[in-house]
């Protein structure tokens, strides 16, 4: 939907903004097929239908209702009356208390549920009933909730949510370069022969995923969805993209086929030319991920062609900011939410005149910062890329079909199933009718999906 606004179809876009609206409405109504429901007991929301355990063992909410407050962020930065208290606000706010409460005196949800400020990241099982402690598979759809939370609180003027989610989407940032991604080489035993884990557990990491030993999902599921909001901080540790994608291919037998797309995007975020070449090569004859589609994987990779590989080595005075380095040519991009005209600054010194409600791209004023290095090994083709965007409604995963080709490698963390005896299985459904306390407009729907995951028609 920005695209479509920054180039000027302003149809596309308002028909796009109808099909968000019309989605998270029907989730947020209570009495249809697709609902929300509010559990006294466990004081949690559950959409129903349920999906991985997301009602009997309260596994995931973080995963799948980030989707939800995303789209519901995009769709306040272009209706800021939808994104009202009176209006739909309201049942956002909801999801956001159940998933990442900001309050400690909150007696409906709890504090920040899943996240562990000691870690550094969340937890997925809702009842970390494993020999080997609770765990994390999908880190990066943790990150995508806290870019939400940085995106909605920057459309709605909710300066707290805004820096909470900032503080969240940084701190979970490090956690996974190190603990997933072994960003510095530092954290995985030298007897454990892999670059990335898919999953981490209480206990250690496991080269593994909960459906699949397939290399291409394991190296991809810490990445997706790919979106301009939570992706870009893969980034900053561009040697670790570079020796997992190495890795992919040496477990893989040759190049990402299943996740191609997936894996092309993150390889962009370190070496666009790279990507953009195998997307010449090879776009013509695949079938998109789930949630992603090739207009969406196009876009991204000749953005990135064109602008450069994000600039962690800078940072902008507002969030919703990022830089860009091609050479020794940084690029600048700014979203500015406010009614008024700003100027973003960035720590080289350079700045951004950024307009109302409007996205600026360009190459900085001012400021006597160096230019940078050139990135070793970064290509520098092609200039006909689109501008970089400002953030659009992330891509949902579903997972496929499991592909037995090699057996999955731990380090300490055994492969169990993720059932559990935990007591909190027989609660699931005793709240259903029950309205959260200081609730929202109806008892919230639950775009959970079939897999608590909306679906991405919109994008």
Same mark, same amino acid.
């Given at each position: 939907?920005?695209?479509?606004?920054?180039?000027g179809?302003g149809?596309?876009?308002?028909?796009?903004?109808?099909?968000?609206?019309?989605?998270?409405?029907?989730?947020?109504?209570?009495?249809?097929?697709?609902?929300?429901?509010?559990? *006294?007991?466990?004081k949690?929301?559950?959409g129903?239908?349920?999906?991985?355990?997301?009602?009997?063992?309260?596994?995931?909410?973080?995963?799948?209702?980030?989707y939800y407050?995303?789209?519901?962020?995009?769709?306040?930065?272009?209706?800021p009356?939808?994104?009202?208290?009176?209006?739909?606000?309201?049942m956002?706010k909801?999801?956001?208390?159940d998933?990442?409460?900001? !309050?400690?005196?909150?007696?409906?949800?709890? #504090?920040?549920?899943?996240?562990?400020?000691y870690a550094?990241?969340s937890?997925?099982s809702?009842?970390?009933?494993?020999?080997?402690?609770?765990?994390?598979?999908?880190s990066?759809?943790?990150?995508?909730?806290?870019?939400?939370?940085?995106?909605?609180?920057s459309?709605?003027?909710?300066?707290?949510?805004?820096?909470?989610?900032t503080?969240?989407l940084?701190?979970?940032?490090?956690?996974?370069?190190?603990?997933?991604?072994?960003?510095?080489?530092q954290? #995985?035993?030298?007897? #454990?022969?892999?670059?990335?884990?898919?999953?981490?557990?209480g206990?250690?990491?496991?080269?593994s995923?909960?459906?699949?030993?397939?290399?291409?999902?394991?190296?991809?599921?810490?990445?997706?969805?790919?979106?301009?909001?939570?992706?870009?901080?893969?980034?900053?540790?561009?040697?670790?993209?570079?020796?997992?994608?190495?890795?992919?291919?040496?477990?893989?037998?040759?190049?990402?086929v299943e996740?191609?797309?997936?894996?092309?995007?993150?390889?962009?975020?370190?070496?666009?030319?790279?990507?953009?070449?195998?997307?010449?090569a090879?776009?013509?004859?695949?079938t998109?991920?789930?949630g992603?589609?090739?207009?969406?994987?196009?876009?991204?990779?000749?953005?990135?062609?064109?602008?450069?590989?994000p600039?962690?080595?800078?940072?902008?005075s507002?969030?919703?900011?990022?830089v860009?380095?091609?050479?020794?040519?940084?690029?600048?991009?700014?979203?500015?939410?406010g009614?008024t005209?700003?100027?973003?600054?960035f720590?080289d010194?350079?700045?951004?005149?950024?307009?109302?409600?409007?996205?600026?791209?360009?190459?900085?004023?001012?400021?006597?910062?160096?230019?940078?290095?050139?990135e070793?090994?970064?290509?520098t083709?092609?200039?006909?890329a689109?501008?970089?965007?400002s953030p659009?409604?992330?891509?949902?995963?579903?997972?496929?079909?499991?592909?037995?080709?090699?057996?999955?490698?731990?380090?300490?963390?055994?492969?169990?199933?993720?059932?559990?005896?935990?007591?909190?299985?027989?609660?699931a459904?005793?709240?259903?009718?029950?309205?959260?306390?200081?609730?929202?407009?109806?008892?919230?729907e639950?775009?959970?999906? !079939?897999?608590? *995951?909306?679906?991405s028609?919109?994008?």
């Open positions: 939907m920005p695209l479509a606004d920054q180039i179809e149809a596309v876009r308002d028909k796009l903004l109808g099909l968000i609206k019309g989605r998270l409405q029907e989730w947020f109504t209570a009495g249809s097929a697709n609902e929300f429901s509010y559990d *006294r007991t466990w949690t929301l559950t129903y239908p349920a999906s991985y355990g997301s009602d009997t063992e309260l596994n995931d909410h973080h995963f799948h209702y980030g407050v995303y789209a519901a962020a995009i769709v306040a930065q272009y209706d009356n939808w994104a009202a208290d009176s209006a739909w606000g309201t956002v909801t999801l956001v208390r998933t990442a409460n900001p !309050s400690r005196t909150d007696g409906a949800f709890p #504090f920040l549920r899943g996240f562990d400020v550094g990241h937890w997925a809702g009842h970390r009933g494993f020999a080997a402690g609770n765990n994390q598979e999908s990066s759809e943790s990150t995508n909730l806290s870019a939400a939370l940085v995106l909605w609180g459309a709605t003027g909710d300066t707290s949510l805004r820096d909470l989610g503080y969240l940084t701190t979970e940032a490090e956690a996974v370069a190190q603990y997933w991604f072994d960003a510095d080489q954290v #995985f035993p030298g007897s #454990f022969q892999h670059d990335t884990v898919g999953m981490v557990w206990s250690g990491g496991a080269y995923t909960w459906w699949t030993a397939n290399p291409e999902e394991i190296h991809g599921i810490n990445v997706l969805p790919v979106t301009s909001g939570s992706s870009l901080q893969l980034g900053a540790r561009k040697d670790a993209i570079r020796r997992n994608i190495a890795e992919l291919e040496r477990e893989n037998g040759g190049p990402a996740w191609r797309d997936i894996l092309w995007e993150f390889q962009s975020l370190a070496d666009p030319g790279a990507a953009k070449a195998k997307w010449d090879g776009n013509a004859g695949y998109p991920e789930a992603e589609s090739k207009a969406h994987t196009y876009h991204w990779i000749t953005a990135l062609d064109a602008l450069g590989a600039d962690a080595t800078v940072t902008g507002i969030p919703t900011s990022a860009f380095t091609k050479g020794t040519t940084r690029t600048y991009a700014a979203h500015n939410y009614s005209a700003r100027t973003v600054t720590s010194g350079k700045s951004l005149s950024v307009p109302a409600r409007s996205t600026a791209v360009g190459n900085g004023t001012a400021g006597p910062g160096p230019d940078p290095d050139p070793p090994g970064t290509a083709p092609s200039s006909s689109p501008a970089a965007r659009r409604p992330p891509a949902p995963r579903r997972p496929t079909t499991p592909s037995p080709r090699r057996r999955a490698a731990t380090t300490t963390a055994p492969r169990t199933s993720r059932s559990s005896t935990s007591p909190r299985t027989s609660t459904r005793s709240g259903r009718a029950v309205r959260p306390p200081s609730g929202s407009r109806s008892t919230p639950r775009r959970s999906a !079939s897999a608590s *995951r909306p679906g028609a919109t994008t």
